[in-house]
């Protein structure tokens, strides 16, 4: 028979919902021998976890909304779900492990409200550090809206843990405790249930106020000043200065040579997206090669962490959401081209990322990196000489992928390399031959040392990859926007504040097998 003062212990916090019907019972059975152990230990972890569960959902989804804006109520509540369940599993595992150390070792056991608040917190801290860890892999840091929200919810979560933490400590050690601090004087389970469920709705709001609805807005018009100057955007992944230098026969086309730091970016797409719209990643919004399609769902979620394996690994092996490599309507800013010709200057583009011509040409080499690059400096060559553009371009990336991404021996590597060098040389005589104006633009691939290197077939000031968006604007009779950080070089024309945001239709895009296989075969998506 227990002590009066414990059964009076067990009654106040049954009344407060922390123990379950046999509870008291739980220290004297025998673990290994006794199923009703387990059943009264699943049934107060169970509880504890998932009030956990609710409150972890929060900051999660909270930030993904942040990053991957806009998504539908299905796809975010999918999101939530996948989360969720991993919460309340990690949190289950977690209760349990306490309850077992509790159990096997009485001398860990609380008796203080001091040493229970500490313990609290510890366990509460060890909950807490995979969402701060979870939020720190993302390869972009977060905006200052993100990051006071997302704070405040990590700390909301902190909170709630310890009283749940707690609340599982006391039901665990009641005949050791033998009091109820002030932290559980009034029940709270229920009102911390009901206010995780009202958080996790509000998170639902942003999937209603952004429906797509209407059809897209025809380009926002702008004034320019006519011109007759052919241009030509030559952009080279892994081309360092080193490299370019190295190649006389290659810096001898250009009269004006620049190095600068590559700009930021945690992915190829995203670093050539930011060169190639001339605003930072958190305007156009690319952020990855490899992204997450929810199944059903019209958008292809890019800002994942590196962390992330619930929606790396859970998500694809429940059937829920599968990866893609980038559709061509994930962009939200148009590359400076896509603004010239939507306004009618004739421009033709060869195998940028997100754009539709790229899955043609990986798909055309079959796994020959150099290939990719004849065949792409071939198809411009062949557009120029049918179109006659006034501005031209082609992303050339075989450098970067014989360089940095395929398993070569050193002489394969070298020959290779070489191959790749004579061809970017002839495609730039090729240009010049037809009348163009040459820029090329070349990065160091990820992982890659080296600058920037920035060569233009005429006079043009010391320029870093930011300034090549306004000053082709410019070039071009166009005026850059205020939302390119870089110099225009050809002169500074009075700036617009946006050329707006890119129309496309994201639920048009499915991406083929065969690309996603490419890509894998080439490095990009390991």
């Not at 033998?178 to 958080?199: D, I, S």
């Not at 250009?254 to 190095?259: D, E, G, N, V, Y």
């Not at 930072?280 to 958008?299: D, L, S, W």
């Not at 896509?338 to 583009?349: D, L, Q, T």
Request: glycine fraction near 6%; proline fraction near 7%.
């Amino acid at each position: 028979m227990s002590a009066p003062e414990v059964d009076d212990l067990r009654a106040q916090l049954r009344e407060r919902g922390y123990l379950s019907h046999g509870i008291e019972r739980w220290f004297a059975l025998d673990p290994w021998r006794s199923r009703a152990f387990w059943v009264e230990l699943a049934a107060v972890a169970g509880k504890g976890a998932a009030l956990t569960g609710l409150f972890a959902v929060v900051p999660l989804v909270a930030v993904m909304l942040f990053r991957n804006h806009p998504l539908t109520a299905l796809e975010t509540l999918a999101m939530s779900l996948l989360y969720g369940v991993t919460a309340v599993a990690v949190s289950f595992l977690f209760l349990v492990t306490i309850a077992m150390l509790l159990r096997l070792r009485p001398a860990l056991a609380v008796d203080t409200p001091r040493a229970l608040l500490a313990i609290s917190f510890a366990a509460a801290a060890l909950l807490a550090a995979p969402i701060a860890l979870w939020w720190y892999r993302f390869d972009a840091p977060p905006s200052t809206p993100e990051l006071l929200t997302g704070v405040a919810l990590i700390a909301l979560f902190f909170v709630m843990a310890t009283i749940v933490v707690s609340a599982a400590l006391l039901s665990f050690s009641i005949y050791e405790l033998r009091r109820v601090p002030a932290l559980h004087r009034k029940p709270r389970g229920v009102a911390m249930t009901v206010a995780a469920a009202v958080m996790i709705a509000l998170l639902f709001i942003p999937a209603y106020a952004t429906q797509e609805k209407g059809p897209a807005a025809p380009p926002l018009q702008v004034v320019t000043t006519p011109t007759d100057r052919r241009i030509a955007l030559v952009a080279v992944d892994g081309l360092t200065r080193e490299i370019f230098d190295s190649r006389p026969a290659l810096a001898a086309s250009f009269r004006q040579t620049s190095a600068a730091p590559p700009p930021a970016g945690g992915s190829t797409a995203e670093r050539w997206a930011t060169l190639g719209t001339g605003v930072p990643a958190r305007v156009h919004g690319v952020r990855a090669i490899e992204g997450i399609r929810f199944r059903g769902g019209p958008h292809l979620l890019q800002a994942l962490s590196r962390a992330d394996f619930v929606l790396h690994d859970v998500a694809e092996a429940t059937g829920l959401a599968r990866r893609q490599p980038l559709p061509p309507t994930v962009r939200r800013r148009d590359y400076v081209w896509e603004i010239f010709a939507a306004r009618g200057v004739p421009s033709a583009a060869v195998n940028w990322w997100t754009t539709d011509s790229q899955e043609a040409i990986f798909a055309a080499a079959k796994g020959d990196a150099a290939a990719i690059d004849d065949i792409a400096a071939a198809r411009l060559l062949a557009a120029v000489d049918r179109d006659k553009p006034r501005f031209a371009t082609v992303y050339l990336p075989a450098l970067d992928i014989i360089l940095n991404r395929l398993a070569l021996d050193p002489s394969a590597r070298l020959a290779s390399s070489v191959r790749a060098l004579d061809g970017l040389a002839t495609a730039v005589a090729a240009l010049r031959n037809r009348g163009y104006d040459v820029v090329l633009a070349g990065l160091p691939g990820e992982g890659q040392a080296g600058q920037a290197v920035v060569a233009a077939t005429f006079p043009l000031p010391a320029a870093q990859p930011l300034d090549l968006a306004p000053t082709l604007c410019a070039l071009q009779g166009f005026p850059p926007s205020a939302e390119m950080p870089g110099r225009a070089l050809a002169g500074e024309p009075t700036r617009i504040s946006s050329y707006g945001a890119r129309h496309s239709d994201a639920s048009a895009a499915r991406i083929n097998q065969e690309y996603y296989d490419n890509l894998k075969s080439l490095g990009y998506i390991k």
